[in-house]
Structure formats: structure tokens, C-alpha cells
């Protein structure tokens, strides 16, 4: 039976890069891949038909000797796979980045050895709740952190005097096997995670787990301007890698609570001012509190009316890239008095006649 073309096969064009080379082969593994297709025989020829090709046009000798030849360039030196579980043991790399698991053939002890390299640390997120005042003007705070962290007696390797063995489960493979009708399976060992190594004694601090509870504080500085919900990132504070691994960072979130005279909208501040009733009608000076602590004075025009408003540049939140400060704007509300003196109620009497005259 004559072999198909390899590039038909995975249906690209003869000038694809390896990297179209690559994704077209995935496409077609995980459509013919035999857990997507149970039984299905047809569609594990198709599988391992596809997975030759990729072994020849991926490498570039062989691509080479092929385009030149054709599949008589590869006589003798062809993939020629048996069956799946054969596919699975010559790509199980190639299967771990497709499938996120290893499948039998080898690819443990690579596993294992990374997995006793350097580990980065866990990155940690925490919330810090901030005064409106606090997120205009900048503060510096503390923020208390609980997280598991590297055993310092044992040095994370959860062994007493740091003596290990070969995991019981695994064999010191790092992984194990399952069987799956035909095809064999492996995944991470659940008793060593993957390291291929178990402690001969526990580790009498934290107990086999290579991990102790700590709480520290950690100072954060919060930047002039810094709204709700941003996030801050400290480098290099958050868990402690492995092995010589780099820490992970910590990212905090702000929490701005409400404040009793401003609403933050922006870069501006709002802020409801109570203006009396004949500053609004006949107009005048009046003062209008800010968030810096002092008062700044403001001219209200006479005929000011309900819910209209009053600039006061530059006392709003000052902006992240430094560029100045927003407005506090001061929406008006026409204070009415509740108690009348007698004297001050035939003065309004007097006031509305003439209104009603002019």
C-alpha cells in the first residue's frame, strides 16, 4: 500500500515553518487521539499516521532527505510505529505539553529531574484597605502575611538530617504507570509529586511535609493617587522557592473606604456643600473644606440654584504619572433653616410679597 503524502497528511502547505509543522500536528492528535476515540480503530491509524509524519517533516535531516526522495529517502530510517502506546513512548515530551500528563516511555526521569531543580515560589494576594485620605495622598503600610514556607530545620526536604530514598510507590521514577485497554499511562507519582524521592525520617518540625506556617509583615508603599481595585506588585515577597529558586512576588489590592465628606469620581473629589439661602440668592463668599485639612474659599453667584456646582482646581487626587491634580468639585445644596424667630418669619413674609410683586 503506498504511504501518503506527508504533508497531505497534515494538511499544510510544503513551505510550512516547523512551528506550522507543530501546531498542525496537535490539531490532528488531540481529533484522532485514541481517549477522544475509544475503540475506534480507524481513528488510531489515523492517529499513528499522523504522528509519523510529524516525526520526519519536524526533524530536519529527515524533512531534508524526504523532500529530495520522497519516502524512499527514509528507507531504514523511518519512525515505523507499532501502535499508539509506541507513539506515546517516542513523543511523551511532546504529549506532556499537549495533554498536560506524561505517557509511558521514558519521559520520569526527565521529569523528575526538573522537578528536583530550582522552584520558583508561589506568588501570594492580599487585600489592604486604605482611608479615602490614604489612597490621594499616599502612605506607607504594613501588611501581614500568613503562608506556608520551606521548613528551615529540614530545608524544605521534609527529611530529618536531610537523608532521602527512592520513593516506594514510583520506584524513584517520579511517575506512575496506569493501564488503559491498550494503552499505558503514566502521570505524577501522588506520594512523592514527582521528585522520585521520599524522606527515610520524617522531619521532626514539620512533620515529612517540608513545609512550616509563617506570618510576617511586609511594607508596601502606596503611591499618591492609587484608586480602587488597582493592585500593587512587591517584588520578591511572596513564597520562598526551592532548592535555590527565585521567591514569587506579592500583589496587593486596594480597598478605599467611603469618606463621610468626599466621593472620589476620577481625579475630582465631589463634595456636597450646604450653602444658606441668601448667600445663594444674593450671592457671596463662602468656604469649602478640602481633604488637605485646610478650607478653600469659593464665590457662589447670586441666583444659585439646587445641585449645581462649584470648581476648585487643583484640590482634587493627584494623578499616577504625576502630571498635577484633579478639582474638588462642590455640588450645591440650598441649606433651609428648620426654627424661625418670629422676627426672621414676617422677614421671609415681607421677602415673598415683594417677589410676588416684581
Do not use: W
Amino acid at each position: 500500500m503506498q504511504k501518503r503524502d506527508y504533508y497531505e497528511v497534515l494538511e499544510i502547505e510544503r513551505s510550512a515553518t516547523a512551528d506550522d509543522v507543530k501546531k498542525a500536528y496537535k490539531k490532528l492528535a488531540l481529533k484522532y487521539h485514541p481517549d477522544r476515540n475509544p475503540g475506534n480503530a480507524e481513528a488510531e491509524e489515523s492517529f499513528k499516521t499522523c504522528s509519523e509524519a510529524y516525526a520526519v517533516l519536524s526533524d530536519a535531516e529527515k524533512r531534508r532527505r524526504y523532500d529530495q526522495f520522497g519516502h524512499a529517502g527514509l528507507e531504514g530510517g523511518g519512525p515505523g510505529f507499532s501502535d499508539a502506546g509506541d507513539v506515546f513512548s517516542h513523543f511523551n515530551d511532546i504529549f506532556s505539553d499537549f495533554f498536560g500528563g506524561g505517557f509511558g516511555g521514558g519521559g520520569g526521569q526527565r521529569q523528575r529531574q526538573r522537578r528536583d531543580g530550582p522552584q520558583s515560589g508561589a506568588d501570594i494576594r492580599t487585600v489592604l484597605r486604605l482611608s479615602l485620605q490614604e489612597a490621594v495622598f499616599g502612605s506607607k503600610k504594613e501588611v501581614e502575611l500568613a503562608h506556608p514556607s520551606p521548613c528551615e530545620l529540614c530545608q524544605g526536604s521534609g527529611a530529618k538530617d536531610g537523608q532521602l530514598a527512592p520513593c516506594t510507590t514510583c520506584g524513584g521514577k517520579g511517575q506512575v504507570s496506569h493501564s488503559r485497554g491498550p494503552f499505558l499511562l503514566s502521570s505524577t507519582c501522588p506520594s512523592c509529586q514527582g521528585r522520585g524521592m521520599m524522606p527515610k525520617e520524617a522531619c521532626p518540625s514539620c512533620r515529612g511535609s517540608g513545609e512550616e506556617q509563617i506570618h510576617r509583615k511586609v511594607k508596601v508603599t502606596v503611591p499618591a493617587g492609587i484608586d480602587h481595585g488597582q493592585t500593587l506588585r512587591v517584588p520578591g515577597q511572596g513564597q520562598a522557592g526551592r532548592r535555590g529558586g527565585h521567591p514569587g512576588h506579592l500583589y496587593v489590592t486596594v480597598d478605599i473606604g467611603e469618606d463621610d465628606r468626599f466621593e472620589r469620581q476620577g481625579h475630582d473629589l465631589l463634595h456636597e456643600l450646604r450653602v444658606p439661602f441668601p448667600v445663594a440668592a444674593l450671592g457671596g463668599e463662602i468656604s469649602i473644606p478640602t481633604l488637605d485639612g485646610d478650607e478653600a474659599k469659593a464665590s457662589i453667584p447670586a441666583g444659585t440654584q439646587p445641585g449645581q456646582t462649584v470648581v476648585v482646581e487643583g484640590f482634587g487626587v493627584p494623578r499616577l504619572d504625576g502630571r498635577g491634580r484633579g478639582n474638588l468639585v462642590a455640588i450645591v445644596q440650598i441649606e433651609v433653616p428648620k426654627k424661625l424667630s418670629g422676627k426672621a418669619k414676617g422677614l421671609l413674609k415681607d421677602l415673598r410679597r415683594a417677589l410676588e410683586e416684581s
